[in-house]
């Protein structure tokens, strides 16, 4: 089952990178009375990903804080030092990373994929989520990995 407009995220604790610091966050707890996005990609440092998907929050970061966004959240299976790096490559510490490095709280919203015939294997699909308080208000997710449209920044702004 995969999270959809509606639903709550899951109640779990995760490795972040907060303020350029390695902190364990509690979902449940650091969503509440929060307004964030959420919007995770299937690799740090792959094509697509770097290229097209993280820069457009990099720049768009003051945007989404003035439509009312308290945080924004990536979430990438890929463990702490190689979120750590990426974030520094990509001047993105305003940014939270979570490393779902074990693809566990991507299984547990039902947005994992199986990339290993490009010798990925397990990710998280490519998508972007408007989350209140734990609750998905707006939900925008890729038809494939290798596209990267309707979970840019700039559409989320326009959501906003």
């Known amino acids: 089952m995969s999270i959809n407009v509606g639903s709550l995220i899951p109640n779990v604790t995760v490795k972040s990178i907060v303020d350029g610091q390695v902190q364990e966050v509690n979902l449940k707890e650091y969503l509440s009375n929060k307004k964030v996005v959420l919007f995770a990609v299937p690799g740090a440092f792959t094509g697509v990903c770097s290229k097209d998907h993280l820069p ?23 463990d702490i030092p190689v979120l750590t790096a990426w ?26 994929v199986d990339l290993s015939a490009f010798t ?6 490519r998508y972007a989520a408007v989350i209140e308080n734990g609750v998905v208000t707006h939900l925008n997710v890729e038809d494939s ?10 559409s989320v702004v326009d959501l906003l």
Request: aromatic share 6%; with cysteine; proline share 2%.
């Open 56 to 78: 457009t929050y990099v720049e768009q970061f003051d945007a989404l804080k003035s439509k009312g966004i308290d945080a924004v959240l990536c979430l990438a299976v890929n």
């Open 87 to 112: 974030s520094d490559a990509h001047n993105a510490g305003k940014l939270i990373f979570i490393a779902d490095w074990d693809a566990a709280l991507t299984k547990a919203m039902g947005m994992d």
């Open 120 to 125: 990925l294997g397990v990710r998280s699909k």
């Open 145 to 154: 990995p290798g596209v990267c449209s309707v979970s840019k920044a700039d």
